[in-house]
């Protein structure tokens, strides 16, 4: 299918860099070795401690965002999102430490790295850029224009259609284009800190995403990812690679139509309603064996800011099927004991959603007090073969390596 590109909201003159930065990084295309400890940017990402210099490391025409430093040359992200040509010219952002209350929006189809400064970009921990915005749908008196896609932190997708979730099991209309090929994140913490009154509440308001990717290819390295209902909506036609870093919601916060593999990555419950995953799927678009929500070689947590009244224990579904095609998969999970012992559940008691040979949730090589295999309802999931288990791999989701995982990055496990 051919997709044709979206004009810019706004194209000004680009910020070039100084002096001391690197001849210009190519988009790795799958042939660094896995497993690195290395980062790809470090040197960029490093703060510096001389004026002017904190460009150095960093790929020539690197704009550089700070809220603090003059030399910089804008104060905001979506500013500098809003500066780069409308062309398929590879562009990369470097941000200052702070905390960034806006809301970014990417149309541009060329490849975008935003790169967040830390002193250990191995280490999600140690991040010093915060994004976050403090919206939320309100459910009991959302009208038939309002979308889930309007309260959202960060959005990457060709325009407002194509980001909508739309309503019901069949979601929003397929549409003709499609946005940014290769969209990077590096070592940001976005947020959706809904706000009520004037105050963050810490608890579920309704659908407050912190990240849309639809129509676009996305991946994201030591970065965090916090709301409480809905944080992750991965869109129709949306491919995202997750590596590292935390996810942190409490209702439904993995969920989407599109295809995303989450490897290393923590996920934090805030509380317990429906499930971690909440996936739709249909064959006539995608095809019979890429779409879905895969995780592998991560942990499941309570949340260090769920409330302290949360009783979590044993509590905790795997997901549930936002329609009847849905597909979870988890492998080599570490599960602490707010799992739920059954695993999976229907999406709900009147409306299963669950279809045999059609939806499809698998386990293998979970571990810690949240797995019991003998507890585990096989009549919804899968307790999957190594075999089996084997079918499910960055490569084979996602057709091949993708260019846009950066594997001088990325540490990427196999099934074992």
Not at 242 to 264: K, M, Q, V
């Amino acid at each position: 299918m051919m997709f044709s590109n979206i004009v810019n909201l706004a194209i000004t003159g680009l910020v070039t860099a100084s002096v001391g930065q690197a001849a210009p990084a190519a988009r790795n295309n799958g042939k660094s070795s896995k497993g690195s400890s290395s980062t790809t940017y470090a040197e960029c990402q490093r703060p510096k401690d001389v004026q002017g210099t904190q460009l150095q490391g960093c790929p020539n025409g690197t704009i550089y965002v700070s809220q603090t430093d003059p030399q910089s040359g804008f104060g905001s992200i979506q500013q500098a999102i809003l500066s780069l040509p409308n062309d398929n010219s590879s562009q990369v952002i470097l941000i200052g430490p702070g905390s960034y209350h806006e809301v970014v929006n990417v149309t541009r189809k060329g490849p975008v790295t935003l790169l967040g400064m830390t002193w250990n970009p191995s280490d999600w921990e140690s991040n010093q850029v915060k994004l976050w915005s403090s919206s939320y749908i309100n459910q009991t008196t959302q009208t038939a224009s309002q979308d889930n896609a309007d309260a959202v932190t960060l959005t990457v997708s060709p325009n407002r259609a194509a980001s909508l979730v739309g309503a019901g099991p069949a979601g929003a209309p397929l549409q003709p284009e499609f946005g940014n090929v290769d969209f990077r994140v590096y070592n940001i913490d976005v947020a959706n800190r809904a706000t009520v009154n004037g105050k963050e509440f810490m608890g579920q308001t309704g659908p407050s995403a912190a990240l849309i990717v639809a129509y676009a290819n996305f991946s994201s390295f030591g970065s965090t990812y916090r709301s409480w209902q809905d944080s992750i909506f991965i869109g129709r036609n949306g491919s995202a690679f997750f590596n590292g870093g935390e996810i942190r919601g409490s209702t439904d916060y993995l969920y989407g139509f599109g295809t995303a593999w989450f490897e290393g990555v923590t996920m934090a419950n805030r509380g317990n309603g429906g499930g971690i995953t909440a996936w739709k799927g249909s064959s006539n678009i995608y095809g019979p064996d890429n779409f879905g929500v895969y995780q592998a070689n991560g942990k499941i947590v309570r949340a260090p800011d769920a409330p302290a009244t949360a009783n979590l224990t044993l509590a905790s579904p795997l997901g549930r099927p936002w329609n009847n095609a849905s597909r979870s998969i988890y492998l080599n999970t570490e599960m602490s004991d707010i799992v739920l012992p059954q695993g999976f559940i229907a999406w709900s008691d009147k409306e299963p959603r669950i279809v045999p040979n059609l939806t499809f949730f698998g386990e293998y090589g979970s571990y810690g007090p949240g797995f019991n295999a003998a507890a585990r309802n096989t009549s919804v999931e899968t307790l999957l073969t190594k075999e089996q288990a084997s079918q499910y791999t960055v490569e084979k989701v996602f057709g091949g390596m993708p260019a846009w995982i950066d594997l001088g990055t990325a540490v990427i496990k196999p099934v074992m």
